[in-house]
């Protein structure tokens, strides 16, 4: 399972990247307003310093929302570097941009996905990655896990020539999600900083290293 960060501050991405778990980052327009990124050139730049800090795949979202315009920046995103993947959303027109750019050769990551027939329509589309959104789901009483499960059996009926499209789990709110993604076989999931960090933590671990360190005192 690969470990992607879900964050557009460039602290936190050296942190994660520094514990050498991190294989990829995913961006969004709010992730990018939290940081106080504005106008086309500083969004340009600040995409080539998180890939200066992270050699794997950078989800850059298109910020149009009509097909040409989403075509175009996909495009121009596609150009910056070789690690970003173009992020665009489930809509018609993302589903068709995503088919327009998949044809061209450009990988993308297929967001806001809430079902399975839409991430069987990104899969169709040829997006290299499908974002189901496992906490959002949750917040509205619904069960995000299940849907990455559902998903997984969809993709699971069909060889790669059919289709081929990673589940990147997204919105994913704290450990237990990242486990159980991990037990269904998404092949990805993005996480903030903390739900990252938090896998590392465990109190027995915390009192185990206080006695050894204790225990260590008395012979050194
Ligand atoms: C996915 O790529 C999104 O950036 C993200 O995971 C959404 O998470 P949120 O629901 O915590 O905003």
Not at 12 to 29: E, Y
Not at 110 to 137: D, E, M, N, W
Request: charged fraction near 20%; proline fraction near 3%.
């Amino acid at each position: 399972m690969e470990f992607f960060i879900d964050t557009a501050d460039l602290e936190q991405i050296k942190i994660a990247h520094s514990m050498g778990i991190l294989d990829g980052v995913t961006t969004n327009p709010s992730l990018m307003s939290t940081i106080g990124i504005k106008g086309k050139k500083q969004i340009m730049k600040h995409y080539l310093d998180i890939c200066s800090i992270v050699d794997g795949p950078v989800s850059a979202e298109v910020l149009s929302t009509d097909y040409k315009g989403m075509v175009s920046e996909g495009e121009e995103l596609n150009d910056l570097h070789r690690n970003i993947i173009v992020k665009l959303p489930m809509t018609q027109d993302g589903v068709k941009a995503i088919r327009h750019l998949s044809n061209m050769g450009i990988r993308t990551n297929c967001t806001l996905v809430f079902s399975v027939g839409q991430a069987l329509v990104a899969a169709k589309a040829g997006a290299t990655y499908v974002s189901p959104f496992v906490g959002r789901l949750d917040d509205v009483s619904s069960d995000g896990l299940s849907l990455i499960k559902e998903i997984k059996q969809v993709y699971l009926n069909y060889d790669k020539c059919q289709l081929d499209t990673k589940i990147l789990a997204a919105s994913i709110r704290n450990q237990m999600h990242i486990i159980n993604c991990a037990k269904i076989g998404a092949d990805v999931i993005t996480a903030p900083l903390n739900v990252l960090q938090s896998l590392i933590n465990h109190p027995l671990t915390d009192i185990g290293m206080n006695k050894f360190i204790e225990d260590t005192k008395k012979f050194i």
